[in-house]
């Protein structure tokens, strides 16, 4: 931001400067900062009073010991493989469903993003409702269908199921119209040259549709595995983490560890273990889909 | 957790705390302009909080010409030391706050709680008027064995039954379970089983959480496990009772089949009626009372060789203020509202620590009827499984659903980890625990 004057001093224009400087200012303050200092306690033990004391890689070597860290990103892990699918595929068919323009379609599209306006601690506690052994609509349902109750929150087996359930439910809105956007945009005249040369509904969709939906797919599954790294709120008002830590989460843990039981520098050394995972994933993720396109069969 | 000395923030408030007593004994600190509003943190939320706001409510419309007036800020109950601690380090914590006697330890030690005992005497409050159980339940021996907490109530755990499945069941209401035998009868009576299932939990309990964790605390206790010796050296004395314990809450789900594990929510399942016996402490009164539930309450029964229960005691603690003139005026409100609290110990909680109140000829027939209350204060004399006051009292609260007790106990109960194991890891947690002080 500087401007050249005929042979003269170059001037600085700082009016650029304080332009950028209302974002910039308070994103430094209010995230860079922060997030330098909680990389810096990771490498303490800080109990919020007092001067963070520096003890090295003590918490990280504690964090690979310790096996409910272990647990939690085995559960992240679980939770992926459960709602990033399931966000994905079901977003797919509703935004195909909503795309056919059928009637009601406008009314279909309102119900299919709802429940992304509803805060998290509402769906999780009218999921525990829905999901409750004995009582819960969910089981009653199934007891229709001959199916005994499952203990969707109280087992080790099923908590995680559970909490899938109500985020996959929770989390649909984005995609769907990301999805819906996408196919918008694909230009009809693909079809009809398809359906010429002899393309059927499924054909159609497998080579004329779902390429041009590549970098939405790539999009939603790569927002939908940081959010289900990051799951918190279900997991916090519809298990507690339980029973057994079997519902738990990473940023369950490092919740319960620093606001809790106030151990700052070793939440913050999970929370930097976390950050890796995550940027990890991503790399690999963009390897995978985005640059190479390979799950779709196609070299970029 | 180690802190240097000598550092800004907890110089700050290290040296408030510590100057308190100097600084207010000889002479009072200059009163806190007025009208002064204080803050007052809370972490009521269960049907006790209703009567909590009322009481502050009672206050304020009593106090209004004087100046002096409470706003009431609820603050959620894990995140509320937290929350203190960051309050203080910052110099703007709150003027007083609930409290739970023992749980504490930290906060005295940092000198985020203020010391009470010289103060209080300034504020005219009556310490002769408490009981001695509860005052020394309010201090740290550890830590200065200073006065933290103005007690407002004392809590035991006892077990409230329906008395529609008594009736049901054919048994006597009058002739309660008093030992392990006749409660697992009437528990047995009152379950009720679908295709090999229990629906109705004869003992209401969870499959993990806090109901399971705080039974085997007592049963343990009762069967001569400690969770710490009396001078706080060693940790998980008598392991094998504690085994034992484990064994006995299992058998609930697996033996005697007379609880499910797959209850969500423990209170409001005893509400629907789907719980025949549950034990719990007096701040579900209110709510129980309200929707009607046909309930009595009974003196927890003797399972070991000692009938015990659980106890708790809550109070009010004063937090380090920058401006100390704001002492003044919220003992003036904390003295308010121990003065006033027979309506907190009748419909809000357990049993007053004061004696002039306990002593009301209509201290038995106010509030909530004696029949759903009168075990929770009459069963004070055995309810002595109270918390372990060191800094790391929350890991060894029998009381908790969340802390590394209770996860490490929910491996037991899910058949994830030996009882040995277990008791293995909670002794060597808990002995690391005490060594840190």
Redesign the interface.
Known sequence: MTRAGGGRRRRIDWSGYAFVGFFTVPFCLFTILPVLFGGYVGFT???????P?WVGLANFREAFRDE?VGRAFLNVLLYGLCIVPGVGLLGLVFALFVNQGWPLSALARTCFFAPTVVSAPVIGLVW?WML????GIVNQSLAMLGI??V?W????RWSLVGVSLASIWWDLGLPFVLFLAALQEVPGVLYEAAAVDGANRAQQFRFVTLPHLRPTVSLVVTLQVIATMRIFSQVYVMT???????SSSVIHYIY?T??????LGYASAVSILLFGAILLVTLVQRLLIRERGTWLGRAA | ????SG????RF?VTAATALGPALAPRKAPAATRPIELVHWSWLSASDGEIWRQMIENFNAANKSKGIQIKLELVPA??Y??KV??A??TGRAPDFGWGTAGLGA?LAK?G?TVPLDDLAKQGALDFADFTDTSLQAARYPRYGNKLHLIPMDLMSLQPEVNLDHVKEAGLDASKPPEDETTLLEWARAMTKQR?G?V?RSGIMM????LQPTVTWGIVAEQLGFRRASDDLKTAAVNPEAGKKAMQWVLDLFDKHKVSS?????RYK?FG?G?GSIFWTGPWTLNGYVTQGLNFATILFPRIGAKRLTYFEMGGLELYVQREKGRYEASLEAVKWLSDNSFLWTTRGRGASPRKSILARPDYKTAGHPWKVRGAFIEGLSFATIGEIPVTAA?EFTIYA???FLA?TL??V??G?KPIDTAMQQIQERWQKNLDEG
């Open positions: 033990e800080w109990g919020i009073l007092g001067t004391k409910w525990v409750d052994t004995q009582f005994g109750p203990p929150l109280t087992s080790t507690n983490g339980g029973p057994a830590g079997s319960t620093a606001i809790v039981r106030q151990l | 957790m180690s802190h240097d550092l800004t923030r907890r408030v894990d995140q030391e937290t601690l960051a203080a380090a930290r940092d985020v295709d299932k629906v969870t499959g993990a959480g594990r797959e209850v969500t929510d399942a629907t789907d929350r659903g969340g802390n996860k929910e491996t109960w899910t994830q």
